[in-house]
């Protein structure tokens, strides 16, 4: 049963509309962590929360903004999606914030 | 700056071979050493991981080796299968804000089986 679930799996915007992805756990885990991963790289973290906690990479772009409203989702915002931002968005869950990590499936974010 | 450097980028091995993937660090800082492997279409799956204090661990096929003095680990698959296909991220975790625990990956070794 999967227990990181990111919702949509494939999402098409036109370039600069907003774009909001999801991602819901059922592991009760304090820690959510946002990933891009272009095709044939390694994922890039992006942010995480820890709790209500927001930490900010410092070289993400302030066009990436998240939101969690409660222990289970966490969503992450585009603000004005670029061509560049065409990507693998990948959320992962740590029961606090020296344990492993697990990922969901991740969505695939096109530009049209 | 490359923290984590993996090769090969990509592997091909006979069906029933031994799957050797390699990777070098600098940061002496790291303290947690992941591999995570990943199918098309998936998220990436914790595999296997080791912490510096021990040279080597084995689960099932799978092996770490880590030679602290060099820096340098690596993942062994004994008895590939064609289901091993997949590509491989070996990863090293360093203390990033609050303490979190930050993944920097390695860039990732496409592998494939041949039956």
């Known amino acids: 049963d999967a227990m990181v679930i990111q919702n949509p799996r494939y999402q098409v915007t036109q370039f600069g509309k907003p774009v909001t992805l999801s991602c819901s756990q059922t592991?009760?885990?304090?820690?959510m962590y946002w990933y891009q991963q272009k095709s044939s790289q390694a994922p890039k973290l992006l942010f995480h929360y820890y709790d209500k906690d927001f930490n900010n990479e410092a070289d993400t772009p302030d066009n990436f903004q998240s939101r969690r409203p409660n222990t289970s989702f966490c969503f992450l915002d585009i603000r004005s999606p670029g061509l560049g931002d065409a990507a693998m968005y990948l959320c992962?869950?740590?029961?606090?914030?020296?344990?492993?990590?697990?990922f969901g499936d991740g969505t695939r974010l096109s530009i049209l | 700056q490359q923290q984590v450097k993996q090769s090969p980028q990509s592997l091909i091995v006979q069906k029933g071979g031994i799957s050797i993937i390699n990777c070098a660090y600098e940061?002496?800082?790291?303290?947690?050493f992941p591999w995570y492997q990943q199918f098309p279409g998936k998220g990436p799956a914790l595999l296997i991981a080791?912490?510096?204090?021990?040279s080597e661990k084995k689960e099932g096929r799978f092996t770490i080796s880590f030679n602290k003095s060099a820096k340098q680990f690596s993942l062994h698959i004994m008895d590939s299968q064609p289901g091993d296909s997949a590509t491989y991220f070996c990863a090293a975790k360093e203390r990033g804000i609050q303490g979190a625990q930050k993944l920097v990956f390695g860039q990732g070794t496409r592998l494939t089986i041949n039956p």
């Open positions: 080791i912490r510096p204090d021990v």
């Open positions: 940061n002496t800082a790291f303290d947690y």
């Open positions: 992962a869950t740590s029961r606090d914030l020296k344990q492993p990590q697990h």
């Open positions: 592991l009760n885990h304090n820690v």
